[in-house]
């Protein structure tokens, strides 16, 4: 299969920069693709993966601790506890032939860095339990929340993962940094509400200028960038009465 990379729609994950990028260098999936993304949560990332291949799996590192996390990313052989029903493929498996995206890779342990470190330059990985090894060959996207480099020079992180990583890296800047896309993403969300409420919900011309106005003022800082953008959007249609947002409410 051979596909260019192409992340839609923008406020999935509002990253114009990455897409020109992409389709510049005309990434295609006939090889193995490594990308490190560095971003401030980019709102709903795993949805435009999707576009890349029918198998696409998600992996928030963040939530990858205590005793279930290795078995989670590798998979979990019976004998492990020798219980039966506790068996799991891993995340790693189902991403066999497909894109594997690994969110917060920065939040993964030592020990976890160094398994997934020999899982991406072999393609193979040992189940808990397994005595042998199983392989799966996956494209991998990892979106780091800090800057890797600076977390490898600290010790925090492994700097032949970050090597494997840093195939090609991406700085995705957050939503109070791209403006131009707020007005654009305006229309998405109304688009959005209405598929979601069932209501048809717009704007007066006053009030649109004024909202524009608020979202791309410097002093909005849209900390949750487009989860908040997406949230303010959401109440003022919610609480819109008949179907319109005026600027008196």
């Not at 996956?138 to 480099?149: K, M, P, S, T, V």
């Not at 700085?171 to 209501?199: K, Q, Y």
């Amino acid at each position: 299969m051979s596909k260019r990379l192409s992340f839609q729609p923008l406020s999935d994950c509002g990253e114009q920069a990455f897409q020109a990028q992409t389709q510049n260098h005309n990434l295609t999936m006939t090889s193995r693709i490594l990308i490190c993304l560095n971003h401030q949560k980019p709102n709903n990332l795993y949805a435009s993966l999707r576009e890349l291949s029918a198998a696409s799996v998600h992996v928030n590192c963040a939530t990858l601790n205590g005793p279930d996390a290795m078995a989670t990313l590798f998979g979990q052989r019976r004998s492990y506890l020798g219980t039966a029903g506790t068996e799991r493929s891993g995340l790693l498996r189902e991403a066999d032939g497909g894109v594997l995206f690994l969110g917060d890779v920065d939040e993964l342990s030592p020990n976890m860095q160094y398994v997934l470190l020999h899982a991406i330059e072999t393609g193979r990985f040992y189940p808990l339990g397994s005595d042998h090894e199983i392989s799966s060959r996956f494209h991998l996207i990892a979106g780091a929340n800090r800057d890797l480099r600076s977390l490898a020079a600290a010790g925090q992180f492994r700097p032949d993962l970050l090597a494997r990583l840093n195939t090609w890296s991406f700085t995705l800047p957050p939503l109070r940094s791209r403006t131009e896309d707020i007005e654009a993403n305006l229309v998405h969300e109304l688009d959005r509400c209405e598929r979601n409420l069932g209501v048809h919900v717009g704007f007066n011309s006053d009030a649109r200028s004024q909202y524009l106005a608020f979202a791309k003022d410097p002093a909005t800082h849209w900390p949750g960038n487009f989860r908040d953008f997406s949230g303010s959007i959401r109440r003022l249609c919610t609480l819109a009465p008949r179907g319109r947002i005026t600027r008196n409410g």
